[in-house]
């Protein structure tokens, strides 16, 4: 059986073997994954061995483990973690690694595809215990990734005092080689820069060395004479290989999230269980609704509870999109090749008409160019839909019934909004999807603290509106869950607030808002950052006309990109008033959609899903990650097939190389579709078949 997966944090890497160093060097430079069985050692009358697609992880608690460890976890990779750390872990022998006949097939077994390990020299070089994994890795073709270390022979490089280098990397930039390319990396484009996010602190270290013989370079940099220097790269030796990486870093580091997927590709030669994408969505909020404006002078938003004078209506001057804002939305969405997601509330449209002369240019364009993009029930008014607040404190409180129960807002209330904000759009031509919703501040759900449990009423109402996917605020709520009971049981689907502000039209604005949250009471603050360990206060205010673009802009990028580059489909939200006046969301998804597309090539490009495809995918791994946790996976390669068995019911995640092909009940189907140079899919046993197999192309 696949072993669980340790829940704990940690890195892994490594790659399956083939039968050897040559013939490994050529498929690599033809830019193919090996299929054949990887088998190092065993003569052409050996069996093929069965090779579990399974990793073995051997932890020292480094940040470069743990890097490897988040990207298993997250591509739902199963692996097991041998802690040294632990001094009741088990010893590395032969019998740990691998058996010489399995029960099930009868064929000698290797009970991991590739192991990772904190450096070449973790066990010790004369250890039993390195011995056993030399053994197992060429009996086997079984590859092995170092996490960090430092250039030398022992990894097929010359010492940085031959011509190499070491010292700090922030800033610096190294480029993905031809054969890098060609092989685990061909998801890159080129060149990659490492992160410099402070300039008074040394993010990455490293040491670049000159290749010696068997050593191939993946990421490179020049050298002072002209020639090239390697971070990264696979060295083959003794019937072995290793990938050697010579730079510290850690799971949130740009430069080794954009190397994540290609590192566990080597690891596996592009076999294993588990998929990953790059994922954005963008929501859009509010839309044909106005929203409240954050007042400068008394830092608070006039309409909010807690602003002097806040009447809980959107105050003087609200921020609302316009008739040229909607016409400038639709044509960024069809130069940059990205669409965002409406999130409209009809009503507040109808009443915003109503009170300016029955007119409504926005609507008129938005409605006219409404094929352009998706369309998310907001519900119908944007009212609260928890419990009924009681606003005359602050913070509000939920309200009393006479028996001293919590007032909640209606089931028929509830179902009300969502039935006519659905009505009004199919009115209007609107392609919207009932299966979604967006509740107005995500209420419904628990809202702590005022509120620590869903409104009663909310499971029923989604289920009479047939709601399968409403949304929640993934700094609150990161995990998916269940809305009510049976197989009709709405699904949460999280979403990451981005920190382009609701209240705000402005660069101006939205700056003052910005300094009054992350500066200290000393500059003129709040505070709020001096009483929340999470954060921290800026060292100073920002200038107001020039911190948008500087500062904010490129840290809430940054903070995007990782999300995408975390094989994380979680859609971020947005508010209207950001595409309004000086329409401050586009700079920020310009620059991640520039930064992304100078990382990765053609064949990996952005994954676009909408809520109904993040909640499918969310709800997927979670029915995967109860399997693996649960033993209940068996996975192997024999030769070029490839078999997997799970729950009934449960879809298995495969990433396979190209041209592999599915079995049918006869015959053969094409698997998978492309991505990143490989093939992959949530998959199910065809009729009558009780496990996924898979056949491996040939070369």
Same mark, same amino acid.
């Given at each position: 059986?696949?072993?669980?997966? =340790?829940?704990?944090?940690?890195?892994?890497?490594?790659?399956?073997?083939?039968?050897?160093?040559?013939?490994?060097?050529?498929?690599?430079?033809?830019?193919?994954?090996?299929? +054949?069985?990887? =088998?190092?050692?065993?003569?052409?009358?050996?069996?093929?061995?069965?090779?579990?697609?399974?990793?073995?992880?051997?932890?020292?608690?480094?940040?470069?483990?743990?890097?490897?460890?988040?990207?298993?976890?997250?591509?739902?990779?199963?692996?097991?973690?041998?802690?040294?750390?632990?001094?009741?872990?088990?010893?590395?022998?032969?019998?740990?690694?691998?058996?010489?006949?399995?029960?099930?097939?009868?064929?000698?077994?290797?009970?991991?595809?590739?192991?990772?390990?904190?450096?070449?020299?973790?066990?010790?070089?004369?250890?039993?215990?390195?011995?056993?994994?030399?053994?197992?890795?060429?009996?086997?073709?079984?590859?092995?990734?170092?996490?960090?270390?430092?250039?030398?022979?022992?990894?097929?490089?010359?010492?940085?005092?031959?011509?190499?280098?070491?010292?700090?990397?922030?800033?610096?930039?190294?480029?993905?080689?031809? &054969?890098?390319?060609?092989?685990?990396?061909?998801?890159?484009?080129?060149?990659?820069?490492?992160? #410099?996010?402070?300039?008074?602190?040394?993010?990455?270290?490293?040491?670049?060395?000159?290749?010696?013989?068997?050593?191939?370079?993946?990421?490179?940099?020049?050298?002072?004479?002209?020639?090239?220097?390697?971070? +990264?790269?696979?060295?083959?030796?003794?019937?072995?290989?290793?990938?050697?990486?010579?730079? &510290?870093?850690?799971?949130?580091?740009?430069?080794?999230?954009?190397?994540?997927?290609?590192? +566990?590709?080597?690891?596996?030669?592009?076999?294993?269980?588990?998929?990953?994408?790059?994922?954005?969505?963008?929501?859009?909020?509010?839309?044909?609704?106005?929203?409240?404006?954050?007042?400068?002078?008394?830092?608070?938003?006039?309409?909010?509870?807690? !602003?002097?004078?806040?009447?809980?209506?959107?105050?003087?001057?609200?921020?609302?999109?316009?008739?040229?804002?909607?016409?400038?939305?639709?044509?960024?969405?069809?130069?940059?090749?990205?669409?965002?997601?409406?999130?409209?509330?009809?009503?507040?449209?109808?009443?915003?008409?109503?009170?300016?002369?029955?007119?409504?240019? @926005?609507?008129?364009?938005?409605?006219?160019?409404?094929?352009?993009?998706?369309?998310?029930?907001?519900?119908?008014?944007?009212?609260?839909?928890? !419990?009924?607040?009681?606003?005359?404190?602050?913070?509000?409180?939920?309200?009393?019934?006479?028996?001293?129960?919590?007032?909640?807002?209606?089931?028929?209330?509830?179902?009300?909004?969502?039935?006519?904000?659905?009505?009004?759009?199919?009115?209007?031509?609107?392609?919207?999807?009932?299966?979604?919703?967006?509740?107005?501040?995500?209420?419904? @759900?628990?809202?702590?603290?005022?509120?620590?449990?869903?409104?009663?009423?909310?499971?029923?109402?989604?289920? #009479?509106?047939?709601?399968?996917?409403?949304?929640?605020?993934?700094?609150?709520?990161?995990?998916?869950?269940?809305?009510?009971?049976?197989?009709?049981?709405?699904?949460?689907?999280?979403?990451?607030?981005?920190?382009?502000?609701?209240?705000?039209?402005?660069?101006?604005?939205?700056?003052?808002?910005?300094?009054?949250?992350?500066?200290?009471?000393?500059?003129?603050?709040?505070?709020? !950052?001096?009483?929340?360990?999470?954060?921290? !206060?800026?060292? &100073?205010?920002?200038?107001?006309?020039?911190?948008?673009?500087?500062?904010?802009?490129?840290?809430?990028?940054?903070? &995007?990109?990782?999300?995408?580059?975390?094989? #994380?489909?979680?859609?971020?939200?947005?508010?209207?008033?950001? @595409?309004?006046?000086?329409?401050? @969301?586009?700079?920020?998804?310009?620059?991640?959609?520039?930064?992304?597309?100078?990382?990765?090539?053609?064949?990996?490009?952005?994954?676009?899903?909408?809520?109904?495809?993040?909640?499918?995918?969310?709800?997927?791994?979670?029915?995967?990650?109860?399997?693996? #946790?649960?033993?209940?996976?068996?996975?192997?390669?024999?030769?070029?097939?490839?078999?997997?068995?799970?729950?009934?019911?449960?879809?298995?995640?495969?990433?396979?190389?190209?041209?592999?092909?599915?079995?049918?009940?006869?015959?053969?189907?094409?698997?998978?579709?492309?991505?990143?140079?490989?093939?992959?899919?949530?998959?199910?046993?065809?009729?009558?078949?009780?496990?996924?197999?898979?056949?491996?192309?040939?070369?």
């Amino acid at each position: 059986m696949v072993s669980s997966r =340790s829940r704990t944090p940690r890195t892994s890497r490594g790659a399956s073997g083939r039968r050897g160093a040559p013939r490994l060097a050529a498929l690599a430079a033809a830019g193919l994954l090996a299929t +054949v069985l990887p =088998s190092a050692q065993a003569g052409a009358a050996d069996p093929d061995p069965r090779i579990d697609l399974t990793v073995l992880v051997v932890d020292d608690g480094g940040s470069a483990v743990q890097a490897i460890t988040a990207e298993l976890d997250g591509s739902g990779i199963p692996y097991r973690t041998l802690d040294l750390n632990d001094p009741g872990r088990p010893v590395l022998t032969a019998g740990f690694l691998s058996e010489p006949s399995d029960s099930a097939t009868g064929r000698p077994r290797a009970r991991y595809q590739g192991v990772v390990l904190p450096h070449e020299a973790v066990f010790g070089p004369d250890s039993a215990e390195q011995a056993a994994l030399v053994a197992y890795e060429k009996t086997y073709g079984i590859p092995q990734v170092d996490a960090y270390t430092w250039a030398h022979p022992g990894v097929g490089l010359d010492y940085t005092s031959d011509g190499g280098w070491s010292g700090v990397l922030d800033g610096a930039t190294a480029h993905v080689t031809p &054969a890098g390319q060609a092989g685990p990396f061909r998801d890159l484009r080129g060149p990659l820069t490492f992160e #410099d996010n402070d300039p008074d602190v040394s993010e990455s270290y490293g040491y670049a060395g000159r290749p010696r013989a068997g050593y191939t370079s993946y990421l490179d940099m020049p050298a002072a004479d002209g020639g090239r220097m390697s971070l +990264v790269g696979e060295y083959a030796h003794d019937g072995r290989r290793e990938l050697v990486v010579t730079f &510290a870093y850690n799971r949130h580091q740009r430069q080794f999230r954009a190397l994540a997927r290609g590192i +566990v590709e080597w690891l596996t030669q592009g076999v294993h269980l588990g998929r990953s994408r790059n994922y954005l969505s963008v929501h859009v909020d509010d839309v044909f609704a106005p929203d409240a404006r954050w007042d400068t002078a008394r830092n608070c938003t006039p309409g909010d509870l807690d !602003c002097p004078g806040g009447d809980g209506e959107a105050g003087e001057n609200p921020v609302r999109m316009t008739a040229d804002d909607a016409a400038y939305a639709a044509a960024w969405q069809k130069s940059s090749g990205f669409l965002l997601d409406m999130v409209y509330n009809g009503g507040q449209g109808e009443q915003w008409k109503a009170e300016h002369g029955g007119t409504d240019p @926005l609507a008129a364009r938005l409605i006219a160019d409404r094929a352009q993009y998706r369309w998310i029930n907001h519900t119908y008014t944007h009212p609260f839909l928890g !419990c009924v607040q009681d606003v005359t404190t602050v913070p509000w409180s939920c309200a009393r019934t006479s028996t001293g129960a919590t007032a909640w807002v209606s089931r028929s209330e509830i179902s009300a909004q969502i039935r006519d904000n659905l009505n009004w759009a199919y009115g209007k031509g609107l392609p919207v999807d009932r299966t979604e919703l967006v509740t107005g501040e995500h209420s419904g @759900l628990k809202t702590l603290p005022q509120q620590p449990v869903d409104n009663p009423n909310l499971a029923g109402a989604l289920a #009479d509106n047939g709601v399968k996917w409403t949304a929640s605020d993934n700094s609150r709520e990161p995990a998916q869950r269940s809305l009510g009971t049976g197989s009709g049981a709405a699904q949460t689907v999280p979403r990451h607030p981005m920190n382009v502000y609701y209240n705000v039209g402005t660069a101006a604005e939205m700056t003052d808002e910005y300094n009054w949250i992350y500066t200290s009471r000393a500059d003129g603050g709040s505070g709020i !950052c001096e009483n929340n360990p999470s954060s921290t !206060c800026l060292p &100073a205010p920002l200038d107001t006309t020039t911190g948008y673009q500087t500062h904010i802009v490129p840290q809430e990028a940054r903070t &995007a990109l990782s999300h995408v580059l975390g094989n #994380d489909p979680r859609p971020h939200y947005v508010h209207q008033s950001n @595409l309004a006046e000086e329409r401050l @969301l586009y700079p920020v998804l310009d620059k991640v959609l520039a930064d992304y597309r100078a990382l990765f090539a053609d064949n990996t490009p952005l994954v676009n899903p909408r809520q109904k495809d993040v909640g499918t995918e969310l709800n997927r791994r979670t029915a995967w990650e109860r399997a693996l #946790d649960a033993g209940q996976v068996t996975a192997y390669r024999v030769g070029g097939t490839v078999t997997v068995k799970a729950p009934s019911g449960v879809a298995v995640p495969v990433t396979a190389p190209e041209g592999t092909r599915k079995q049918l009940l006869l015959g053969t189907a094409a698997f998978g579709t492309a991505y990143a140079g490989t093939r992959s899919a949530w998959t199910t046993p065809e009729p009558l078949q009780s496990a996924v197999t898979l056949k491996l192309p040939t070369t």
